[in-house]
């Protein structure tokens, strides 16, 4: 026996399900006669669950000991068995055809959003990048500008400053008034010299500044007072004691803090 599907008219499924399920109901509530109404409906008019009547009724038929039921019921399940493995089997590919592909496109989708991202991260790391190269050229530009105005700045400041001390070699009383300009200039400056070295005379102090402020021997000698002989030898004890610019040292370190 085959097993034609027929299509049915509309409304007519409805139908057979609400007897389908009505003869079930009445089959657990041991109804037997009346499930085997409903269900013999079923079997008769809705190919679709046609297989699923035809279990019930089958129950009923070997409850009732019905050998008629019981041979037509048991040859129709037999004959169909096949066909109604083969469609759940179908039924099973089909549902995994459906997960493997919706599984495949959600794999894609979400490559392609992760690609997107890291493309748009690439692009704002170079437009990140480039913005932190201009500001960098841009500070430093700003930092050599600054670097050279301070510079010329304080070129200026030691210029005038020896202007005023050039001056003053014409006055009297020249070692006083050229350590008050000094003073002006850079104060506490003196202190911190002789703090820093301790063990020299003031003499040596003297000297220290007017090196710094770029007098020659000649005129180092006339301001203190020394033979320009007693002047080299103070000058040669110095740079082995102190160093070279001792006084620019200090004024740097102090300019820093």
Do not use: C
């Not at 841009?138 to 030691?158: G, H, K, M, P, V």
């Not at 506490?188 to 301790?198: G, I, N, V």
């Amino acid at each position: 026996m085959a097993w034609t599907v027929v299509a049915k008219p509309a409304g007519e499924e409805d139908r057979w399900h609400q007897y389908l399920n009505r003869g079930t109901e009445y089959y657990y509530a041991g109804q037997s006669d009346s499930a085997k109404v409903y269900l013999e409906q079923v079997f008769s008019m809705d190919p679709d669950e046609k297989m699923t009547a035809a279990r019930y009724l089958l129950d009923i038929a070997l409850a009732q000991d019905d050998t008629l039921g019981i041979n037509q019921y048991a040859l129709y399940l037999a004959e169909n068995y096949d066909l109604t493995i083969t469609q759940e089997r179908q039924k099973s590919h089909r549902r995994i055809i459906i997960i493997v592909a919706a599984s495949l496109l959600l794999l894609l989708l979400m490559i392609w959003v992760i690609l997107r991202l890291r493309k748009a991260n690439r692009k704002q790391r170079l437009v990140h990048d480039r913005e932190r190269q201009a500001y960098d050229r841009e500070r430093q530009a700003y930092d050599q500008q600054l670097n050279a105005a301070q510079t010329a700045i304080e070129r200026q400041t030691f210029e005038d400053l020896q202007r005023q001390t050039k001056e003053i070699l014409s006055r009297g009383n020249q070692r006083k008034r050229i350590l008050e300009a000094f003073n002006a200039v850079y104060p506490h400056a003196y202190e911190r010299l002789k703090s820093t070295y301790p063990d020299l005379s003031d003499q040596e102090y003297d000297l220290l500044i007017l090196n710094f402020l770029e007098f020659r021997i000649k005129e180092e000698a006339e301001i203190l007072e020394l033979s320009q002989n007693t002047v080299m030898k103070y000058r040669s004890n110095l740079l082995k004691k102190v160093g070279k610019d001792p006084v620019a040292g200090l004024l740097k370190e102090s300019s820093t803090i």
